[in-house]
């Protein structure tokens, strides 16, 4: 099986966030509507100037999302991953080496949430951004730039969420 794995996560073959399978020292997460563009552009210059993007859709042609009107789409992958409690196929297309422009201009079209995947990655070797309708969560190797984070948005991340509680995948499904 084909796997991209990130501070720990296989990110291709997760069938929800995978944010309560981490500590809390290494995860942060935003309600959508907090995290504004600007709140986005400080966080993503903070993490890297360059990202790998991976989400769920159609063909690269991105037809149905537009993509190709908002990146430079010069390196990708295709993969088929088989949800098994759906009994259905889905495709995930990763684009690798987005400059810091790009991924700027996706989180902008994603916040005008004009025909996006339902979830998407922003990735680099040590931490991901997980974005999606309603949270957005970042997971790291990285303790340093987690704590920087929690204290730079203080006001703004989910401190509702901010628990030392963990899970495994099968007990936040309940199949334990």
Not at 26 to 46: A, I
Not at 59 to 66: C, F, L, V, W
Not at 139 to 154: H, P
């Amino acid at each position: 099986m084909t796997s991209i794995k990130v501070a720990g996560i296989d990110i291709l073959n997760q069938m929800v966030s995978p944010f309560m399978f981490v500590e809390n020292d290494k995860r942060v997460r935003f309600y959508e509507s907090r995290l504004t563009y600007f709140g986005y552009m400080k966080l993503l210059k903070k993490i890297s100037n360059k990202y790998d993007l991976l989400y769920n859709g159609f063909d690269i042609n991105a037809q149905h999302y537009r993509l190709g009107k908002i990146i430079d789409i010069k390196r990708y992958n295709e993969y088929i991953v088989y949800n098994e409690e759906l009994k259905k196929d889905f495709t995930h297309v990763n684009i690798k080496g987005l400059p810091l422009e790009d991924a700027i201009n996706y989180v902008r079209y994603h916040k005008r949430k004009e025909k996006m995947p339902f979830f998407s990655y922003l990735y680099n070797d040590k931490t991901f951004i997980r974005l999606s309708p309603f949270y957005i969560d970042v997971i790291s190797k990285d303790t340093a730039l987690i704590t920087w984070i929690k204290q730079e948005y203080k006001y703004d991340y989910a401190h509702d969420f901010d628990v030392d509680e963990v899970m495994t995948e099968a007990e936040w499904l309940g199949e334990y």
